[in-house]
């Protein structure tokens, strides 16, 4: 069983960029679908990016071309590397680990998936 922690969250201006790491411990990333989610206030918990075994990406249309999900498996890391950040962008990030290998719809229910960090608080003012 796999046990996920987020970390590099903060308050950073519209138009700037923040990096996201998840540290896995107890199972290798590669072992799972990765996925980094959010949640804002008041709505529904929503799919940001995935990162399947194959090392194969999807993006959600809003972060399209702003956000960049990567995975070092010698850190046993997931990261989101977050730019040209908008405060429609603010919200609580949570990573997340899939299993079996195949990774769910990005836009289907979040509750699918199996593990699930504590989350790491983003802001972004204008």
């Known amino acids: 069983q796999v046990q996920l922690v987020e970390s590099g969250g903060g308050s950073v201006q519209s138009g700037g960029s923040l990096r996201l790491s998840c540290a896995a411990s107890?199972?290798?990333?590669?072992?799972?679908?990765m996925g980094w989610f959010r949640q804002a206030p008041g709505k529904e918990r929503e799919g940001v990016a995935t990162?399947?075994?194959?090392?194969?990406?999807t993006y959600a249309d809003s972060v399209k071309g702003r956000f960049t999900i990567s995975q070092d498996n010698a850190k046993n890391t997931l990261y989101l590397q977050m730019n040209s950040l908008k405060p429609e962008d603010t919200a609580m990030y949570y990573c997340a680990a899939y299993s079996p290998l195949i990774c769910p719809r990005l836009g289907g229910s979040w509750r699918l998936w199996n593990y699930w960090g504590q989350g790491t608080q983003v802001t972004v003012s204008s």
């Open positions: 107890g199972d290798t990333l590669s072992s799972y679908c």
């Open positions: 990162f399947n075994t194959n090392r194969i990406t």
